[in-house]
Structure formats: C-alpha cells, structure tokens
C-alpha cells in the first residue's frame, strides 16, 4: 500500500535524525517511489527545518554544524576555510590534514558535489563522515597530537598510492628563510610525503605562525604551491615569500 505523503516525510525526518544522513537512492528504494518525489519531499522537510539538503540526499540537521564547533563567518578560521574552498571544484580529491584550519576548510565543503576527501585527522574525519555525503577515505595509523592525526607506517603506507588534485596541510610556522616547519617530527614527515602526491599543495597558516620556525624541517617554502593565512599576518614576511613565487592568498 502506497505510503502516505505526510508519512513518508515523517519517516524520512526520523531516519535522518537517527542515522545523521541519508541518500536519495536509498530512499527511493525504501518507499518505492521516484527520486523526484524524494527531492520535494526533501526540500519540504528543510523548509520545515528538519533536515539540511546536500548533493545526493540530506543530513540532520542538529549535526549540519555542531554548537561546540562551530565558527562565526568573521573569524580568521572561517575566512580561510572558505578561501580554499573556492580553490576546489567539484568531483575533485582532496587530501585534508589534521588541524582546526582544515577542519574548518572541511565544513566550507559541505555542500559540494562527489569529492573524495582523504585525510589522516580524526576531527575532519568524524565531522565529515556526520555532516557529508562526501567519499570519505582515512589513512590508518598511530594517533598523535593534540588535534588528532595519524601518523607512521601504516599511514606511510596508505599515502604511498595517493595521488590528489589538492593537498591541504596546517604548518606550525612557515618563513621565506627557514621553509615549511611543524611542531610534530611525526606530522612533518607525512608533510614530507604528502608535498609529492598532489597537484596542488596548499598550505594553512594562522596570521601569528607567518614568520615561525617550528621544530621540524618540512622543505623549502617554495615547495608549496599556494600559503594561505589571514589578513592580519605581518606584511614584510609575507613579501618575503612571495618574492619565492609562492601564490600568497590573505583571506
């Protein structure tokens, strides 16, 4: 017997509460009805405000951006997060590292279309995996630090058959001098691997970190494609690099 529209609505709202997202195609196939009939149910039900609409389907949601992370659009993480998200396409790969800047990057991604986003930090991957209909492919690994990452072999080894159209790190200190540097030997020698497996390297850097050296030697700053930190970063050393013909984004 065919379900009622109102019930089938409801029923969806449920299954999206409960499950955090869900597919159109799985939907068609649980109520026998044509995609079409699910995308107006879907945009009835976020109209309503009971789930948020995303490429493919729909997420919760209470999970859309969560009150304990989230960012006003006026912060330097947000202004960043959607520098770089205008950098990537749809359909493309992108490989996020650990960090609040590429989780930030993460949630500015939301609503794009079929990426495939690698990463070895737990923060993007939970928040992807909760918020997404994105693929999502995590290295294993140790977990290290305190935003957590994966690190040594077995993430070695996941890398070593990657290839992205972006890779997307957060760096501890970057300086025309010294280079790319992290505060993590770890980190820095996934940084290390992760500089030859994309076509474009994108490196984040908060505004006070411009001009750090950190612990661990990365590589030459010239080795990024592209730096991208906040207006508020001292002007001098971003001349500095610049003159290495890094691509400098202030956002």
């Keep these: 017997?065919?379900?009622?529209?109102?019930?089938?609505?409801?029923?969806?709202?449920?299954?999206?509460?409960?499950?955090?997202?869900?597919?159109?195609?799985?939907?068609?196939?649980?109520?026998?009805?044509?995609?079409?009939?699910?995308?107006?149910d879907l945009r009835a039900l976020e109209e309503?405000?009971?789930?948020?609409?995303?490429?493919?389907?729909?997420?919760?949601?209470?999970?859309?951006?969560?009150?304990?992370?989230?960012?006003?659009?006026?912060?330097?993480?947000?202004?960043?997060?959607?520098?770089?998200?205008?950098?990537?396409?749809?359909?493309?790969?992108?490989?996020?590292?650990?960090?609040?800047?590429?989780?930030?990057?993460?949630?500015?991604?939301?609503?794009?279309?079929?990426?495939?986003?690698?990463?070895?930090?737990?923060?993007?991957?939970?928040?992807?995996?909760?918020?997404?209909?994105?693929?999502?492919?995590?290295?294993?690994?140790?977990?290290?630090?305190?935003?957590?990452?994966?690190?040594?072999?077995?993430?070695r080894a996941a890398l070593s058959s990657l290839r992205a159209d972006h890779v997307i790190l957060e760096l501890g200190g970057v300086s025309a001098v010294e280079g790319l540097t992290d505060d993590s030997l770890p980190q820095a020698e996934i940084a290390r691997m992760l500089l030859e497996v994309g076509s474009q390297v994108v490196v984040l850097v908060s505004a006070e970190r411009v001009g750090r050296v950190a612990a661990a030697c990365i590589a030459p700053a010239s080795d990024a494609d592209v730096i991208v930190t906040a207006r508020e970063a001292p002007s001098p050393v971003l001349w500095d690099l610049s003159q290495l013909g890094v691509r400098i984004v202030l956002a």
Aim: proline residues 5%; aromatic residues 2%.
């Design 1 to 40: 017997m065919p379900t009622l529209t109102v019930e089938r609505r409801a029923a969806i709202a449920r299954m999206v509460a409960q499950d955090g997202a869900a597919r159109v195609a799985e939907l068609v196939a649980r109520f026998g009805v044509h995609a079409a009939t699910i995308r107006r």
């Design 48 to 155: 309503r405000g009971a789930v948020q609409r995303v490429h493919g389907g729909a997420v919760a949601v209470e999970e859309a951006v969560p009150a304990s992370v989230s960012t006003s659009p006026e912060t330097p993480e947000a202004r960043i997060g959607q520098a770089v998200a205008a950098m990537i396409a749809d359909g493309e790969t992108v490989f996020l590292g650990p960090g609040r800047l590429p989780l930030e990057v993460a949630r500015c991604l939301a609503a794009r279309s079929r990426l495939t986003i690698v990463t070895n930090g737990l923060h993007v991957a939970h928040w992807v995996a909760a918020n997404t209909l994105h693929t999502l492919i995590i290295t294993g690994g140790q977990v290290e630090g305190r935003d957590p990452g994966l690190v040594g072999q077995l993430t």
